[in-house]
């Protein structure tokens, strides 16, 4: 094999064609979203802040009674230690314990009493202080709390 040649020169380049004509169109619809994500864990209670002022009975919590009898349930029994905790936390509040009824009857008014007096005595076992607690009607005197007694909260005067 021989010796290669030397390289010629290079040629000119050839004419740019001509450019195509553009015309604007509209943007079609958007696709369909795709499925959501599995949700993320749940982030941590932060700490309850300091309750306001409750400047009128307001209610809180409801106990309901069996037909005939003063006892509290033992499901509701939660519920007092939950109300006394709270009340721990909330120095400045009062609570109203209202088992208003039909009063014609003197046998209702016994009743309610009782159902009062179990609620009042309950929170008290529970830690909550005697001079927090008060009894009598507080809330809506056309409402009668058939089987029921009703704590309210109030902030202390």
Do not use: C
Not at 39 to 54: D, E, K, N, R
Not at 60 to 89: H, W
Request: aromatic content about 6%; proline content about 6%.
């Amino acid at each position: 094999m021989g010796s290669r040649g030397a390289s010629g020169t290079q040629g000119s380049s050839g004419e740019t064609g001509a450019t195509g004509s553009s015309m604007p169109g509209h943007t079609g619809p958007s696709g369909a979203y795709g499925t959501a994500g599995d949700q993320g864990p749940v982030g941590l209670v932060g700490a309850q802040g300091s309750v306001g002022v409750v400047d009128h009975w307001t209610p809180y919590r409801n106990f309901t009674f069996d037909n005939g009898r003063a006892n509290i349930r033992a499901s509701e029994t939660s519920q007092i230690s939950d109300i006394a905790a709270y009340m721990a936390k909330n120095p400045s509040l009062r609570l109203g314990i209202d088992g208003s009824t039909d009063t014609t009857n003197p046998r209702n008014r016994d009743l309610s009493d009782r159902r009062v007096s179990a609620v009042r005595d309950a929170l008290i076992q529970a830690g909550t202080p005697t001079y927090k607690i008060e009894t009598g009607p507080f809330g809506d005197p056309q409402l009668r709390r058939e089987r029921q007694v009703e704590v309210l909260l109030i902030t202390a005067q």
